[in-house]
């Protein structure tokens, strides 16, 4: 298992940005794919972004590509998401996820420890 613990959520108008960081403590962390994960009010936690063990490969949900960049530093143990050109739709609570694979995977079942999450909060 791994700890994992998330920063960097606020409030912010359409259009802005934000940066969230995910420090990782208790595992090799290079070792492992990191995701992003992001549950709205009433509705099911869904994936948004996805990195490899050695940051080579991403993925992205398709509301967020072109948008939203995952990126990792395994020196620092900590994974980011920079989110650009927010919108109202990008209101959720955002959940940093530990894969238990090296290589990317947008299945919900492979990632076996989770951040506490963090509020991002997008208005009009």
């Known amino acids: 298992q791994v700890q994992l613990v998330e920063s960097g959520g606020g409030l912010v108008q359409a259009g802005g940005s934000l940066r969230l960081s995910c420090a990782a403590f208790?595992?090799?962390?290079?070792?492992?794919?990191m995701g992003w994960f992001r549950q709205a009010p009433g509705k099911e936690r869904e994936f948004v972004a996805v990195?490899?063990?050695?940051?080579?490969?991403?993925y992205y949900a398709d509301p967020v590509k072109g948008r939203f960049t995952i990126t990792r530093d395994n020196a620092k143990n900590t994974v980011y998401l920079q989110m650009n050109s927010l919108k109202p739709e990008d209101t959720a609570v955002y959940y940093c996820?530990?894969?238990?694979?090296?290589?990317?995977?947008?299945?919900?079942?492979?990632?076996?420890?989770w951040g506490q999450g963090t509020q991002v909060t997008v208005s009009s």
């Open positions: 996820a530990a894969s238990s694979r090296a290589v990317v995977t947008t299945n919900i079942v492979d990632f076996n420890s």
């Open positions: 208790g595992r090799t962390f290079s070792r492992y794919a």
């Open positions: 990195i490899s063990a050695s940051g080579g490969n991403k």
